[in-house]
């Protein structure tokens, strides 16, 4: 079992940033990707930013220039720093560790909420 736990989110104007953290822990020897999801009320989960173990990246369209996810393996940590934020980006952001070990098992946070007033 993977826990996650994400921190970093809150208030921001239009045009400003953030960086989200995500830190993972229990059996980190099992996750091969870890990534960030967005949820917006009304809508469906979506894909915002992976990166895979050997730091690999793949980003959604919408935040591709604006958003950078970085992982420091050492620490067992994802970050996603978001610029250039829009009103549209307001979401609650998961953490996602994605594993092979065993088939496929996806790991998720509880997430944090990122409010983007204009």
């Known amino acids: 079992q993977v826990q996650l736990v994400e921190s970093g989110g809150g208030l921001v104007q239009a045009g400003g940033s953030l960086r989200l953290s995500c830190a993972a822990s229990?059996?980190?020897?099992?996750?091969?990707?870890m990534g960030w999801y967005r949820q917006a009320p009304g809508n469906q989960r979506e894909l915002v930013a992976t990166?895979?173990?050997?730091?690999?990246?793949n980003y959604a369209d919408s935040v591709k220039a604006r958003f950078t996810i970085s992982r420091n393996n050492a620490k067992n940590m994802v970050y996603l720093q978001m610029n250039s934020l829009k009103p549209e980006d307001t979401a609650v952001y998961y953490c996602?560790?994605?594993?092979?070990?065993?088939?496929?098992?996806?790991?998720w946070g509880k997430g944090t909420l990122v409010t983007v007033s204009t």
């Open positions: 996602n560790a994605r594993s092979y070990y065993s088939g496929r098992a996806d790991y």
């Open positions: 229990g059996s980190i020897f099992e996750i091969a990707t």
């Open positions: 990166i895979t173990s050997g730091g690999s990246t």
